[in-house]
């Protein structure tokens, strides 16, 4: 998955990016703006794959004095379809639905007490498609329902990701060790990690400062 560029779940070439930084403008743009909203490729990269967005129809291209702007084509007949996919492809949103789920159907009986929280460089905005997701999971205590958590944490966000999930399974107690004895990872959470469900991971990390 990649989180930064999701729509690259429909293919690797610079007309997804194109496509979606139109749909969330909803105005025209030039090939420059678009360049600088997408922050990937190049200004001419960009420019072919707005080209051949247009040749398809979904794209309208309209000369503006010395300037090129491009639209969407919202009366095209597949722009339901983008809008639609467009709508549903936020990674940040269906990873915590699925987390919820997951905690709901196979943690403890008050799933609300769990702590999960995305660290490391999912949550910096610097990995690659190839880069493990780490999730910090803290549970009251350490037992079979804990483990079991952790094992359906892996394997259906696995699934849901294409990526590898590093789950670091802890307790409050266990964390206030890692602090006192200044754990580096301690450190990776307060600086990186992104609430999922639960309580914030940095709670448990400020009371046994």
Known sequence: MDWTHPEHVFGSGLEPIALRVLWRAGAPLTGSEIHRLAGKGSVGGIRLALSRLALQGIVVSSRIGASTTHALNRDHLGFAAIDAAFNAIDPWTQ???????????H???DPQSVTVAIFGSVARGD?????DVD?????????????????ELRHELGAATGQ????????????HDAV???DPIVESFRSDARAVSGPDIRTYL???R
């Open 107 to 109: 943690g403890p009986d």
């Open 135 to 151: 999730l910090a999971v803290v549970v009251s205590e350490m037992d079979d329902v804990a483990e079991n958590l952790a094992d």
């Open 127 to 131: 990995a690659r498609l190839d880069s």
């Open 180 to 182: 006192r004895l200044t």
């Open 164 to 175: 590898a999930i590093q789950v670091y399974l802890t307790t409050p107690a266990r964390l």
């Open 95 to 105: 990873f915590r639905s699925r987390v919820v789920k997951v905690v709901t159907e």
């Open 206 to 208: 400020q009371e046994h």
